[in-house]
Structures are given as C-alpha cells and as structure tokens.
C-alpha cells in the first residue's frame, strides 16, 4: 500500500453557500433537514449509500464511502445563498412545487429561516427573468467584493468554519472566453470597468474563490472555466469542478451510449427532446440561454462514440437536441428520444426512451456530493481542476488540451479511484487475472 494524503478532519461547521435559491437548491436544503431529521433517505447520493470495493474481490472488503474517506457531517451543515427574490427557502420551495406540501410541513420553521442575500444580476444574461432583490455597485468588481463580504458574515453569523459554493442558479445566455479572460491581471481589470463579457455566475465564482471558497458550476455558464478563474484556483490553492449538473437525458446517453460502442453497434441518428415547465424551462425558452445548454449537451456523444476512431460506426450521425417550454408539467421534466442504430450487416434497429423524471430530485443528491468532495478535496490539499468529479457533470472540465470523458461507468471508476489514492489503498483496474495464477 501506498502512502495515504494527508486530509485535515472535518472540525466544526461546513457552510454550503447557494448562488441561485430555487427548486434544485430549496429542493436539496429541504432534503438535507428532512434526511437529518430521519424522516427520509439520501436517494440518490453516493456519498450517503455507495459503498466502495478496497482490495480483491475475495477480500470482502466494502465499506460506505462515508466511513472510508472522513466526509463532513450531515448534522454539520449550514445553509446560505443568494436570489433575485426575496422569497425565504420555504417560500421559494412552495413555489417550486417540487415537494409535496407534507414534506415541506414537516420543516416548514426551518426553510423560512434561510432567506437569501441580494443577488448580482444582470438581465443581458438571463432575458427572461426579473427580480427585485439584487445588488448594485459602482462596479462588477464592487459587486465581487460585496459577495465577499456576504460570504464573511455569513461564517461569523453561522460561526461556520469552512464553505463550499455550488451554483445552483439560472442558464446564462452561451458566451466564449475573451481576452478578459485570458488573465487574472485581466479579469479584474475587466471587473473593474465592469466589462460586459464579464457574467454574473463569473462574478460569484471570482468572489467564492477570493473568500477562500471552493466553487463547482451546476450550469451551463462561463464561470470557471477560463484562464482566469484557474489561475486564480492556484493561487488560492482551492478546487473547483464543472459544468452543468448530469441530470435526466444526458445522464442517459451517458448511459446508452458506452452500451452501443461496447458491443460496436452503429449510430445514425439521436433526436432528443425535452419539455419542462419550471423557472429553468422558462428561462431556456429564450434561444441565447439554450445555445449555452445545447452546447453541453451536444457534446457527450462525439466524445464517448469517437467517430474520428470509428467512423463505419459513427460518423457523420445526426444529433439533434430541443428543449420546449411547457409549464403545465412544472419541475417534472420530460426527456424523449429517438436512436436510429445499425447492426450485423448494417441492419437498422431503433431505440426509443421516454424518461419522465423530475429534474431537481434529480439534482439534489448530486448538490449534497459536489459539496461533501469540494470540502473533501481541500482538506486534502486538492486545488484546481477536479476531473475525478466529471460524473456529476454534462460538460466537465479537464486540464487544457485534455478531452473530457464522458462515459459513466469510466468516471464512477475514476471517482472511486481517486478516493482509494486518497486513501493509500491500491486502485483497482478490474483486470482480475491474479485469482486464475
């Protein structure tokens, strides 16, 4: 065995700081009180129920990730955030209508003692959508530093020891990298003059970091991944993951699509559609915001196919995505899709899957996991880029000139891993001739 890296324990409070307190966040604060409460289960989350394999098969060894790696406590975490509304956490909830009014009953006295801090919004970035709780300043970077101060208080007054930051807010409309980004020296510079290539989620993941924050980015936005933002990760020697949570259909491509190369089926074609009527649903109905989603997911399958390797297979297949605004259907999302595939022969078979799911119980358990490794990873002397956390995520990010992987079952193996090298146990390649010598 190798030596294990040194984690300082988990003492005192972690604050999980929320830029955006609607349904996926109200849904994952409520969640938390009701499973600390032992009034519901972790569904859903892998630091909660996963177990993790250490050794040989025949070893028997398989504890919960929770008692293998010295994870934060449920009972330990505190609750901040910020909104364009002014709506408490049970009030935001209730409009969300994500939980039942039973749930919500349950800790009702609780939700409505978070209320969220004014927002930094900018609605060039998000069109359809107006608040009256935001901030002003004399600049973005004004604005950076009243974040920073918010993050402050809210560690005194909550006498939190570290936090965490998942964003948990709104589709921004699809921006590239410019020179404003290209440097910390020129990010601030921009902050300063408050430059319009510079978005509002950018603004909290500059300010997070400033205060010592780790951040992941739940969406599809420029926040954090840009030269700027990983310069300023190194220096402040923090971690921080993205983007876009996996949720409902790219979480199944993810899924279906590793299955078709395994057993090297070809691909002609993928249409996807979705209809979903909450705040997210609104906000995508506006073409700039969906450009950002579509980008994301787009992408996973020309990385997990690989049609520059396969191109009999997979060259050239149509990919379509749509996202539809329906709001009779509120947070219950659903995903339909058409896979046009061949087989032996080049005979054509047809796939279809109609995965009506709910997006932000989805989402929760994944929030609960970014924050219990994002705290984990820097008290593991972890900082920049955290690959290993590409399962959570649509678009994840990778060290430049790297391609993402995308493939589920090769992430969850990469995650597992990294806690294992954590550890000092032997990672484990699945090669399993050592029990046949």
Not at 121 to 146: I, N, T
Not at 242 to 255: E, L
Not at 356 to 372: E, G, M, Q, W
Request: glycine residues 8%.
């Amino acid at each position: 065995m190798r030596k294990p890296v040194e984690i300082a324990p988990p003492s005192g409070k972690l604050g999980v700081l929320l830029p955006g307190m609607g349904a996926v966040a109200t849904t994952f604060v409520a969640g938390v009180e009701l499973i600390r409460r032992g009034l519901s289960k972790p569904v859903g989350s892998l630091t909660q129920l996963a177990t993790i394999r250490l050794g040989k098969r025949t070893d028997g060894r398989s504890p919960k990730i929770a008692d293998f790696v010295p994870l934060a406590s449920l009972a330990d975490i505190e609750f901040g955030g910020w909104d364009l509304f002014p709506d408490n956490a049970y009030e935001a909830a209730s409009e969300a209508g994500v939980l039942s009014k039973e749930h919500l009953a349950e800790v009702r006295p609780f939700l409505e003692g978070i209320q969220p801090m004014p927002a930094v919004f900018d609605p060039g970035y998000v069109k359809r959508l107006m608040g009256p709780h935001v901030k002003k300043g004399a600049s973005k970077m004004d604005l950076a530093e009243q974040l920073i101060e918010d993050i402050h208080r809210f560690k005194r007054e909550k006498n939190v020891e570290r936090c965490v930051a998942i964003w948990c807010g709104s589709t921004e409309v699809y921006r590239e990298p410019t020179d404003t980004h290209a440097s910390l020296a020129s990010f601030e510079k921009g902050l300063r003059e408050s430059s319009d290539d510079i978005a509002p989620s950018a603004i909290y993941a500059y300010a997070c970091l400033k205060a010592g924050v780790p951040y992941a980015n739940g969406a599809p936005n420029l926040s954090v991944d840009f030269p700027a933002i990983h310069e300023l990760a190194r220096e402040r020697q923090l971690p921080i993951a993205g983007k876009d949570f996996k949720t409902g259909q790219t979480w199944m491509k993810t899924i279906i699509a590793p299955g078709l190369k395994a057993r090297m089926l070809g691909l002609e074609g993928w249409y996807s559609t979705n209809i979903l009527g909450n705040r997210d649903g609104e906000v995508l109905d506006d073409p700039e915001s969906f450009k950002a989603k579509e980008v994301t997911k787009l992408g996973a399958l020309e990385y997990i196919l690989q049609p520059k390797l396969y191109p009999e297979l997979y060259e050239g297949f149509h990919h379509v995505v749509r996202i539809n605004y329906y709001p009779p259907r509120g947070d219950n999302k659903e995903g339909w899709d058409n896979l046009d595939i061949f087989g032996w022969l080049g005979y054509p078979m047809q796939i279809k899957v109609d995965f009506l799911c709910r997006d932000s119980i989805l989402a929760a358990p994944i929030v609960l996991d970014l924050a219990l490794f994002l705290d984990l990873a820097q008290r593991s002397g972890m900082h920049g880029i955290q690959e290993w956390l590409s399962f959570y995520f649509k678009s994840p990010m990778t060290a430049p000139g790297l391609y993402p992987e995308h493939d589920l079952f090769i992430q969850l193996i990469k995650l597992k891993n990294t806690l294992r090298w954590m550890r000092g146990e032997e990672l484990i390649t699945h090669l399993g001739i050592e029990y046949y010598d």
